[in-house]
């Protein structure tokens, strides 16, 4: 197990789409969306939690299409899915590996970039804490996006449109998560429903998407 998420952090790293795709979308959708809202320093304070958050969860779906085509086009899917290790395991240290390179250096360019958008310094810990506790259901959830989608041409779109819906509550919650922190509000509550969210999808995720990888590889 440990071999198989050291090579697909290398995949990830050396066939792009990795980290540095994703923090550049994320800093030039911080950077772009105080130009849309206007200057108002007031109205960007109070929505900076959302941007942050809706940032971060498009620079994480810019690369769930990787998460198994890879895989898929050299064999190597095949060979994994005879392999002594489950197929669940199997999209559990994929989720795991996307977690790291994409959504871990999110967490921690975040409050760099949070700084852009006039985020209080008392919400730092909150959004830190909200994006380390959601990040990973995103990576989960878009695992099992990924493998409804494997093999498909083109399907970026579609996969785009079936995980969407799914990563709402997680938005919802992560963004209140610190939108209450940066106001001094109690953010005990989005926190927890937000963890809750987390371990469901780290439980459930990795069983749908190996029933969905049996399907496409029968």
């Not at 909200?130 to 493998?147: E, H, R, Y």
């Not at 939108?179 to 809750?196: F, I």
Request: overall charge neutral; some cysteine; charged content about 10%.
């Amino acid at each position: 197990m440990i071999g198989l998420l050291i090579r697909d952090l290398r995949l990830a790293i050396r066939a792009g789409g990795g980290f540095g795709l994703g923090l550049a979308f994320f800093l030039i959708v911080i950077v772009l969306m105080p130009f849309g809202i206007g200057p108002e320093t007031g109205m960007i304070t109070r929505i900076a939690p959302g941007i942050l958050w809706i940032g971060a969860l498009l620079a994480c779906l810019l690369s769930l299409d990787r998460i198994f085509a890879l895989d898929w086009e050299d064999g190597s899917l095949e060979l994994l899915a005879t392999s002594p290790l489950p197929l669940e395991a199997v999209a559990g240290i994929k989720a795991l590996a996307h977690w790291i390179t994409t959504g871990l250096p999110l967490v921690a360019a975040a409050p760099v970039l949070a700084v852009l958008l006039n985020l209080p310094p008392e919400g730092f810990p909150w959004l830190i804490a909200s994006l380390a506790l959601g990040t990973p259901a995103l990576s989960a959830i878009g695992t099992f996006g990924a493998a409804l989608t494997v093999g498909l041409k083109r399907g970026g779109l579609l996969l785009s449109l079936l995980v969407l819906p799914l990563y709402v509550p997680t938005l919802l919650f992560g963004a209140e998560a610190a939108r209450r922190g940066a106001e001094g509000m109690d953010a005990a509550t989005p926190l927890a429903l937000l963890a809750g969210i987390t371990f469901l999808a780290a439980a459930a995720m990795p069983f749908a998407a190996a029933a969905a990888l049996r399907v496409n590889l029968r």
